[in-house]
């Protein structure tokens, strides 16, 4: 039962956060960038948050890292505003590298094909 809430405040915090990126935070260094996954805490107290960006430059992927950062206090004031919860959890951003996971896997299972 405790999961399904679990699951449903970040699914909740995905929503909102991709949402004030868009309409809220004029970083330009965050423009490009999608939240794609919110992991929580058992207890809610802290999320971390998985972004995509629509660039493959090391560069960029800092920036957008740098960005977010900046813009932690800005989300959380939102969420606060948005979303009806006691404590609104610490956020951490993480790129998801699951994508390039699976293009590589898919490379492979291409190069694997190929030698045959």
Do not use: C, W
Not at 55 to 76: F, H, M, R
């Amino acid at each position: 039962m405790a999961n399904h809430r679990i699951d449903r405040v970040g699914m909740e915090i995905k929503r909102e956060v991709n949402e004030i990126l868009r309409l809220k935070v004029r970083d330009p260094r965050v423009q490009e960038v999608t939240i794609t996954d919110v992991q929580m805490l058992g207890d809610l107290s802290a999320a971390k948050v998985y972004y995509t960006i629509h660039s493959d430059l090391a560069s960029d992927n800092q920036k957008a890292q740098i960005g977010l950062e900046k813009a932690t206090g800005t989300i959380k004031r939102e969420l606060g505003k948005n979303l009806h919860m006691y404590k609104i959890p610490d956020l951490s951003f993480e790129k998801d590298q699951s994508l390039e996971y699976g293009n590589k896997i898919d490379q492979l299972l291409r190069d694997l094909d190929r030698k045959d």
